[in-house]
């Protein structure tokens, strides 16, 4: 049985007979691990406290037949929070930190690709994207809508605000399809596009980008309104929505 | 694959929580090797366990009337509510013989990976339970984790406007242990739920 280390987020855990765990966490280098806890859900483990979701954690493995199995675990810095308390408690804390970050690790989980394929962009932007959550200083429904565009695109849907998405002519354009991949013109438009208002594309550009000034200035129906694009873009791309996403509070 | 109905209960079994298709074909041949009677008894009870119990129309614990036998107790403190995610935590608090109050039952935690949001839970039932003003304090005991801090955190939310005294279990370390074994998260929320000791 082989060992390895890497350092990881907790995206879900699930039970497993008696005390076991069965944990999927995204890593560092080795993308998406499925991996058996033991006996973490007894009260003397060390580890179970460490292997909640959003947790920052140092892992060791040990490979296994069908299932790897986790032999270590540390928390890692308690990065985002002033008082030094783990990332799960500090998002645990407040309620609409929780569901938006609830929404962030599902949609990690589904763009990250196959088991053990390295996602280091995927995982690098889920620890920034939980980092901001945490510090609580920006608005977690925008965080969220900020990490899903920019995961989406790090998978290969990157969505086009500005040129039309299929043609390339330069915008502003009129019109929102998930399917041709952004704005379109309104000679590639196809029927039964949307059409956003132009704050609300000017609030998703400024998302994708990181331009936070922008973001921030935005009112709460523009927000609602992109909020809603963001969704179907990702629905379309991923087939079937995410579950968490009807419960976020916003 | 086995044949037919043997097959059926395994797959049965195999669909029960924390049993896994191991332990389905262990239990499956348990039973088929067991004294007839035995199965018999079983059988009808799980038959009976269905027919009988229901939940409790005020707090949503299991009982096998109406009410549940402590929202029928007269001498429950009706100031005091406890709310917990299952029936088992009702058991177990009840096994420490500290709490005089009454319960409710929420039907698990906030999970919306899971899809459980507070409209899955019994959440409206708990706010008009509070509606007459007889409940002054709510102690929220959901459980020592993400999701059920979650859920403690919007009820905290929810219930705090209404002038009523919320409470949290203190979730700290297990008797018995020694600190240098904690681990970090345990006890840094043992440090946040710390309590004075000079009164
Ligand atoms: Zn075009
Ligand atoms: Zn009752």
Redesign the interface.
């Known amino acids: 049985m082989s060992l390895y280390r890497d350092e990881a987020i907790v995206l879900r855990t699930q039970k497993l007979g008696e005390a076991d765990r069965i944990v999927t966490v995204l890593s560092h280098r080795h993308g998406r691990v499925r991996a058996v806890a033991r006996g973490v859900r007894r009260t003397t483990s060390r580890f179970g406290a460490r292997l909640e979701p959003f947790s920052h954690v140092d892992l060791q493995l040990a490979e296994g037949r069908s299932l790897h199995v986790v032999t270590q675990v540390e928390s890692l810095s308690t990065w985002g929070s002033s008082s030094g308390r783990p990332l799960g408690s500090v998002i645990g804390g407040d309620y609409r930190a929780y569901t938006a970050g609830t929404a962030m690790l599902e949609a990690a989980d589904r763009l990250a690709g196959e088991d053990f394929e390295p996602a280091v962009q995927q995982y690098l932007l889920l620890v920034g994207g939980l980092r901001v959550l945490a510090a609580g200083e920006r608005e977690p429904s925008l965080v969220l809508d900020a990490f899903l565009l920019r995961s989406l695109s790090v998978a290969g849907y990157a969505p086009s605000f500005d040129d039309c998405a299929r043609c390339g002519e330069p915008g502003p354009h009129r019109s929102f399809s998930p399917p041709m991949g952004g704005m379109t013109c309104s000679a590639c438009r196809p029927p039964g596009s949307a059409s956003p208002r132009p704050e609300t594309v000017a609030l998703l550009s400024a998302l994708l980008t990181g331009d936070w000034t922008t973001a921030t200035a935005s009112d709460e129906r523009t927000r609602r309104e992109g909020a809603g694009l963001v969704a179907a873009y990702l629905q379309w791309h991923l087939e079937r929505g995410l579950r968490s996403l009807t419960h976020v509070d916003r | 694959m086995y044949e037919g109905v043997v097959q059926d209960l395994i797959d049965e079994l195999g669909r029960l929580?924390?049993?896994?298709p191991k332990?389905a074909q262990r239990i499956a041949f348990y039973l088929l090797e067991a004294d007839p009677v035995d199965v018999k008894r079983l059988a009808h009870v799980l038959v009976e366990v269905k027919d009988k119990v229901r939940f409790c129309s005020v707090c949503g614990n299991v009982a096998e009337d109406e009410q549940c036998r402590i929202c029928r107790d007269p001498r429950r403190d009706l100031q005091v509510l406890c709310v917990v995610e299952e029936s088992k935590d009702v058991v177990a608090i009840e096994r420490t013989r500290e709490f005089r109050g009454r319960y409710h039952v929420l039907g698990g935690a906030?999970?919306?990976?899971?899809?459980?949001?507070p409209e899955q839970l019994r959440v409206r039932e708990l706010m008009q339970r509070l509606a007459d003003g007889v409940v002054i304090e709510v102690i929220l005991a959901t459980d020592p984790?993400?999701e059920g801090?979650?859920t403690a955190?919007?009820l905290t939310?929810l219930l705090k406007p209404l002038g009523l005294r919320v409470t949290r279990l203190a979730s700290g370390l297990?008797v018995g242990?020694d600190l240098e074994?904690a681990?970090?998260?345990?006890l840094?929320?043992a440090f946040e739920g710390r309590r004075s000791v000079d009164d």
Request: net charge negative; proline share 10%; charged share 20%.
């Open positions: 929580p924390g049993i896994g332990g906030i999970s919306p990976i899971e899809g459980i949001g984790n993400l801090e979650a955190t919007y939310r297990p242990g074994y681990d970090e998260v345990t840094g929320r």
